[in-house]
């Protein structure tokens, strides 16, 4: 069973004479309506700096590709890899795969990532505990987007946020944008890796920041943080104020959604994004904090994107966040944590937007945010759905001023030409309003369920 080492040092805490240096925080004024308060259940597992794992023996299962488009391997079995080795590539626009741990390449197979409902192709890799890197050569930094995009997508950036978009396509498509927005609100509750991130890597962060602002030539950048983490707060402050950079922390209302897209760039920037529109058509580039740091790695010290901070948390004995190679077996993680009872399964990401772990013998990937072993305590059994008594209550807390009555009821009844009136595509699935729904509707569900077939009826 793998064991939870001590923390390595990575970045000091901000020292107490920098602390007084902090400037004021600047205060964000564009309100948007809806959402909702919820216990945040942060101090379960933020209290501990990010600890390293042991993979001695495992077997880890590094992803070919994004899960939208695959690359080809290019290491066979029996071959002996180090740490951040290419062990995959494709077409110029295609996202590379690299070794996540030193080792022996076993075999070339599928496996399923704890957040897809389908296996993808991995490369196996039993490591030899050694975790030795390549040579990380000193980076000839990108010194414009089309360069760094490219980059981006060698190294094998994604967002690291939930949504898994391609770092490089992103930057790709940046040009007209005058504001960089960092997503700094996790307002999910109970996941707290980009808060200890935060905390602990700022100056990495800040770095990143204020190298990307340059590169992409965007005067403004912005960092979102919810108030629920003032010393993620305080770590950014003190970064700025050491390094005279000019990125602006912003606190965020303490209310979710706080950290959706459209949410944050109203909350950040005043501009609104309409249904399906993406942040660059209002010239925004939105990028999430931990996304933000693995550019940093990146791009200062040569390092592909082969780890990830996950929250480890809920009924669990040594709750907690650790950064593990991408491909670590779920299983081997959770053991680690000491789980008490998984009788009511294992939720990956946050309660409100994330998912039932996939399968049991899944692995972890750049989209792991969160492992939360579920308890009766923490998530009581939901009671059986009645029937709607129109109290509107759905609609005061939707972000996406949508009316969820009316497209739960268009959903049941595969109403295709109501579901599109009536907006659905807006629907963030934030699952506020199954949240206060007092008839226990599975209202999110549904729309995520019509969504998908809307999008195979529209393939057909
Ligand atoms: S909250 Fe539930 S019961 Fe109330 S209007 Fe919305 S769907 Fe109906
Ligand atoms: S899940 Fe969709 S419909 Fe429901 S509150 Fe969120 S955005 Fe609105």
Excluded at 46 to 53: A, E, R, V
Excluded at 250 to 278: D, E, I, N, W
Excluded at 359 to 386: E, Y
Excluded at 400 to 428: F, G, N
Aim: with cysteine.
């Amino acid at each position: 069973m793998p064991q939870l080492a001590p923390p390595l040092p990575y970045s000091s805490p901000a020292s107490p004479w920098l602390q007084r240096l902090f400037k004021p925080f600047r205060r964000t004024g564009q309100r948007w309506r809806g959402g909702i308060k919820l216990a945040d259940h942060k101090a379960l597992s933020n209290q501990t700096p990010i600890q390293q794992i042991a993979v001695k023996g495992l077997r880890i299962a590094v992803p070919l590709g994004d899960g939208r488009r695959q690359v080809e391997p290019c290491v066979v079995a029996g071959q002996q890899v180090l740490k951040g080795e290419l062990i995959g590539r494709g077409e110029p626009m295609s996202l590379w795969a690299h070794a996540s741990t030193s080792g022996r390449v076993a075999a070339i197979e599928r496996a399923y990532p704890a957040d897809r409902d389908q296996p993808v192709p991995v490369v196996i890799i039993e490591a030899d505990g050694r975790d030795r890197w390549i040579e990380r050569q000193p980076v000839n930094t990108p010194q414009n987007a089309a360069e760094l995009a490219q980059f981006s997508l060698q190294m094998g950036l994604i967002g690291l946020g939930g949504a898994g978009f391609p770092t490089g396509i992103k930057i790709a498509g940046s040009q007209q944008s005058d504001l960089l927005l960092i997503n700094g609100a996790e307002c999910e509750p109970f996941v707290t890796c980009d808060d200890r991130l935060m905390r602990e890597r700022a100056d990495t962060i800040i770095a990143a920041a204020d190298y990307l602002s340059r590169v992409l030539e965007i005067a403004q950048v912005r960092i979102g943080v919810e108030p629920n983490k003032p010393e993620a707060l305080a770590a950014l402050n003190a970064a700025v104020a050491a390094t005279g950079s000019r990125v602006q922390i912003c606190r965020l209302p303490h209310r979710y959604p706080a950290g959706g897209q459209p949410m944050l760039v109203k909350s950040l920037s005043g501009r609104t994004l309409s249904p399906g529109m993406l942040p660059a058509e209002v010239g925004v580039m939105v990028l999430n904090v931990a996304t933000l740091h693995a550019l940093g790695r990146a791009v200062f010290h040569g390092e592909p994107l082969v780890s990830r901070v996950v929250t480890l948390t809920g009924d669990v004995d040594k709750p907690g966040n650790v950064e593990v190679p991408i491909g670590m077996p779920v299983p081997a993680l959770l053991a680690a944590a000491q789980p008490r009872d998984q009788q009511r399964g294992v939720q990956v990401g946050g309660p409100m937007m994330g998912r039932e772990l996939s399968h049991p013998n899944a692995v972890i990937s750049k989209t792991s945010s969160c492992l939360i072993v579920r308890c009766d305590d923490l998530f009581p059994p939901r009671p059986p759905a009645g029937d709607c008594i129109r109290c509107n209550r759905c609609v005061d807390v939707c972000p996406m001023a949508l009316q969820p009555l009316k497209l739960y009821a268009a959903s049941q009844r595969a109403d295709r030409i109501t579901l599109q009136q009536e907006q659905l595509a807006a629907c963030i699935e934030c699952g506020a309003c199954s949240h206060v729904c007092p008839s226990n509707l599975p209202l999110r569900d549904s729309f995520r369920d019509a969504k998908r077939e809307l999008l195979a009826g529209a393939r057909q």
